[in-house]
């Protein structure tokens, strides 16, 4: 089993960070076939309680025992019930971390934040491959356009955090993954992942200029000018596509105007008739299986079409119409899993990189879910949890799993 542990742990590592957005959906079901094994190790090794005394681990415990109980009372079939093995990944939580926290040490921050930026890149190559054979909207090879700008700018803004921890003039280079991220986006023609980058931007630049740089005035010059620079080219290359049809929505909607913008219109429309289904059981929910199953009764005739979509594209009223008001606690749970683990955490070298990343892990999932789904999706539960347990577990100066 000691043999086994180091191609283990770099299998947990390299799964989520680099190879995630080369083998696509496929990523958890792989991760699996290590994850299952490890977890039943720990257990019949007897290390379930030093793997389980973590907050976040008790917390995904936890959420995992209720949103189970809550579909088996909600369920209408065998199927409706399993639809709580759609969160596995959060029972698997202590182990994964666990496992991490027997190699944590000093120098771990920085190699992930390297292997981040190399998943991003091959994401970023991906795009750009299928962009030059002059795809439409251009995406990964087992990975829609959508989750794969998600999964990007949550590696890419992790990998910036590798200027945190780098002190030499070589650490500017961490700022290079979340621009690839944020151009392979804007070449997907992806709306939603964007949403989460300008708060996310404002807290990096507060981070960066209290810990990071010295505050003179090369320094705030320096810095005004490429953080111009760099938003400029975003900016300039977003309106180029799709993705500037994002400004007109938010325009609209803030004027009081009427949207014309199709995508954003089905979601309204969802997201009326799954407000009207939350009010209908508001405490348990319908259950996972049931969704959109309650939803379409509610859909006015001419939105009938998109009572034909998987879910409701947005994460809190997919919990909401899931599990009511139990359900939205449960996700509020997992949403601040890793904000709190990273607070709880050791007050060593490494902590600001943990509530760095922690912090960008959290935005960059309220943003994706505010028009998609994030958790109960196979792959963004995935990479969600693995990364939690990645930042406060293998990222610390010792071994530990709290």
């Known amino acids: 089993m000691a043999s086994l542990r180091p191609l283990a742990l770099w299998a947990v590592l390299l799964l989520p960070l680099v190879l995630s957005p080369l083998t696509g959906l496929l990523t958890p079901y792989v991760a699996l076939l290590v994850i299952v094994p490890l977890f039943a190790a720990t257990m019949v090794r007897g290390r379930a309680a030093d793997a389980y005394s973590s907050y976040a681990a ?21 199927s409706d019930a399993l639809m709580a093995f759609n969160f596995t990944m959060l029972l698997c939580y202590g182990a994964i971390a666990y496992l991490l926290g027997q190699g944590a040490a000093e120098r771990n921050a ?31 090879i087992n990975l829609g356009p959508i989750v794969l700008s998600n999964g990007l700018i949550a590696l890419g803004l992790l990998s910036l955090g590798g ?59 320096t810095g005004l000018v490429g953080l111009v620079l760099v938003a400029g080219a975003a900016l300039l290359l977003i309106l180029n596509g799709r993705a500037a049809s994002l400004f007109r929505v938010v325009d609209t909607i803030a004027t009081g105007g009427d949207v014309a913008d199709s995508s954003t219109l089905r979601r309204f429309a969802l997201y009326r008739a799954g ?4 009010l209908e059981s508001p405490w348990i ?41 139990v359900g939205i606690g449960c996700w509020l749970a997992i949403i601040s899993a890793p904000l709190i683990g990273a607070w709880l955490s050791p007050r060593d070298s490494l902590r600001t990189f943990r509530l760095y990343g922690a912090t960008m892990l959290t935005l960059t999932y309220l943003g994706g879910g505010l028009t998609d789904l994030m958790f109960g999706f196979e792959f963004h539960t995935f990479l969600f949890v693995m990364l939690t347990a990645i930042l406060l577990a293998y990222c610390r100066e010792g071994e530990a799993v709290r």
């Open 58 to 78: 008790r917390a995904f415990v936890v959420v995992f025992a209720v949103l189970a109980a809550l579909f088996v009372a909600t369920a209408d079939g065998v």
């Open 275 to 278: 407000w009207s289904s939350f």
């Open 110 to 140: 920085e190699r992930v934040a390297q292997l981040a930026g190399l998943g991003v890149l091959i994401g970023f190559l991906e795009v750009l491959a299928e962009a030059a054979m002059g795809s439409p909207r251009p995406s990964a």
């Open 163 to 221: 200027a945190l921890v780098r002190k030499d003039r070589w650490a500017w280079l961490y700022a290079v993954p979340p621009v690839l991220a944020i151009v392979a986006t804007a070449l997907t023609g992806s709306r939603g992942p964007l949403l989460a980058l300008p708060v996310s931007a404002v807290v990096s630049v507060v981070v960066f200029w209290r810990v990071r740089l010295p505050h003179t005035p090369r320094t705030v010059m």
């Open 285 to 325: 929910g319908h259950g996972w299986g049931n969704i959109m199953q309650s939803v379409r009764p509610l859909l006015a005739p001419a939105d009938a079409d998109v009572g034909t979509l998987p879910q409701l594209h947005n994460d809190v009223l997919n919990f909401a119409v899931a599990g009511g008001i």
